[in-house]
């Protein structure tokens, strides 16, 4: 009798583990995402050495020092980390290839390398002639960065654990293959497993790794959703492959806010960075267009600026097209409804295509209303005055409802040299008169078109 290899059955999305195969996973819902394995043993990896130390503590007397930073002296990359790389922490950057995640990494291992930090750079994906000409490109190579390239996991935990580096960059986690697990790297038991050796190490040794991982068509890091729980922080890099902006955003940080972004343009010598995203995004304005307005989201702590455009045409199909590029096209559909419905404007007999220029993607509600203004603007063919910017989130009732750091946004306003802001009525409980700029508050999606589309007095 022939002998069976064991396998199991993993679920790609989330981990879930089954003896047999499923059509759709009962722990996360999804269909067809398993995928078979086979079993490992279940001594694996580096998860029998023991890291934190077994004795309980007493909460009173645990220190409550933060962990020990280091800024990696590139001001939009620290923000997203909370300030700085925190010593012995491990993260995730995911990203579409091509986008920048090595470029980014070995720009920060460089800066940091100049300052005396040891680094080693660890990839499987590259040769060291590779990375040599990119670093090349990057400008001058400091002194103590070491590069390292192999897949092996246990090799790499030794000269991780003999070289003691201060940052480690791990670039990709799926070509890392650990010898104790048998399926294929890339795999979900592999890319877990490797995980957990890196997370052991960094713990451990107060080593900081940043993992580089693939994302899916879906936008996920491939592999089981296991990995962004076991990480300290997930930062994803994004951008549109053919505008040369990107974002760095991230969606968990254990050491600090997850809704703060950095943003970055991708130069010819690599990644530079944007201190003032709202000047870039509102670059290459149309002059005297309809459909064409300002409008302020936050983002974390930081106001952005951003141009709404939208394009509203009289359909010759039965059923009107709609397209939202860069914010979520059910809420488009819906403030769509309520200009209809509130307005009297008749939407349903027209296409319409609403864009956020610049590809940034935004789906703040404090974007409601300018969408409500570009649309309204471009179906009645009136321009909205360059100067002017908005602000609020819109009910179905077409009410316009209060969002949060109203100040900052009309001070961010005011700094680009806007001259009138819509903003509100229920904010004004809170908004200070600031000089040097006109706060027009309104209550209802009617009242903002009006205040929109009068011209301003000349002063
Ligand atoms: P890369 O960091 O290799 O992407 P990832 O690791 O996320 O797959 O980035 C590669 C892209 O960036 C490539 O299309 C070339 C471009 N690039 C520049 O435009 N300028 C540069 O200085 C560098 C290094 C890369
Ligand atoms: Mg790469």
Same mark, same amino acid.
């Given at each position: 009798m022939a002998v069976k290899k064991k396998t199991v059955f993993f679920c790609q999305n989330c981990g879930f583990e089954s003896a047999k195969w499923m059509g759709q996973c009962p722990a996360c819902h999804e269909w067809n995402s398993f995928v078979e394995e086979p079993k490992e043993k279940s001594a694996a990896g580096g998860s029998k050495r023991r890291v934190l130390s077994s004795k309980p503590v007493l909460l009173r007397d645990v220190s409550a020092e933060e962990n020990? +930073?280091?800024?990696?002296?590139?001001?939009?990359f620290d923000r997203v980390l909370g300030g700085g790389i925190v010593k012995g922490s491990l993260v995730l950057i995911g990203g579409d290839p091509g986008i920048g995640k090595s470029t980014i990494l070995l720009q920060a291992a460089k800066l940091l390398a100049q300052r005396g930090k040891?680094?080693?750079?660890?990839?499987?994906?590259?040769?060291?002639?590779?990375? +040599?000409?990119?670093?090349? +490109?990057?400008?001058?190579?400091?002194?103590?960065?070491?590069?390292?390239c192999e897949t092996n996991l246990g090799d790499i935990r030794e000269v991780i654990e003999t070289e003691k580096p201060d940052m480690c960059v791990v670039d990709s986690i799926q070509t890392m293959y650990n010898e104790e697990v048998a399926s294929a790297p890339g795999s979900v038991s592999q890319v877990r497993e490797s995980t957990n050796v890196l997370m052991m190490l960094a713990?451990?040794?107060?080593?900081?790794?940043?993992?580089?991982?693939?994302?899916?068509?879906?936008?996920?890091?491939?592999?089981?959703?296991?990995?962004?729980?076991?990480?300290?922080?997930?930062l994803y890099f994004e951008g549109d492959r053919y505008a040369s902006y990107r974002i760095l955003r991230a969606v968990k940080n254990r050491f600090g806010s997850t809704n703060e972004i950095g943003v970055f343009e991708m130069r010819g010598a690599g990644l530079v960075e944007v201190p003032n995203p709202s000047e870039?995004?509102?670059s290459g304005r149309p002059e005297h267009a309809s459909g064409s307005v300002a409008a302020c989201t936050v983002e974390g702590t930081r106001p952005i600026l951003v141009e709404i455009q939208a394009l509203v045409a009289r359909t010759s199909f039965g059923v009107p097209r709609r397209t939202a590029a860069g914010t979520d096209y059910n809420r488009v559909n819906l403030l769509l409804a309520v200009l209809e419905k509130r307005c009297g404007i008749d939407m349903s007999s027209c296409d319409a295509y609403i864009n956020i220029a610049g590809g940034i993607r935004l789906t703040e509600p404090a974007l409601d209303l300018g969408i409500i203004l570009a649309a309204a603007s471009s179906f009645r063919d009136?321009?909205?005055p360059e100067n002017v910017c908005a602000f609020g989130e819109v009910g179905l009732a077409g009410e316009v409802r209060a969002v949060g750091q109203a100040e900052n946004r009309v001070r961010e306003a005011r700094r680009l040299g806007f001259a009138k802001v819509i903003v509100p009525k229920a904010n004004m409980g809170s908004l200070r008169k600031i000089e040097g700029i006109e706060i027009a508050p309104v209550g209802s999606v009617r009242e903002a078109i009006s205040a929109a589309e009068k011209k301003l007095e000349k002063k």
């Open positions: 020990e +930073r280091t800024a990696i002296g590139m001001p939009e040891k680094i080693l750079y660890i990839s499987g994906e590259e040769s060291l002639a590779q990375i +040599r000409m990119r670093a090349e +490109r990057l400008g001058e190579i400091p002194e103590g960065l070491f590069l390292y713990k451990g040794l107060g080593v900081s790794i940043f993992i580089v991982g693939h994302v899916t068509k879906e936008g996920a890091v491939a592999g089981p959703r296991v990995l962004e729980h076991m990480v300290d922080t997930v870039y995004m509102l009136i321009e909205i």
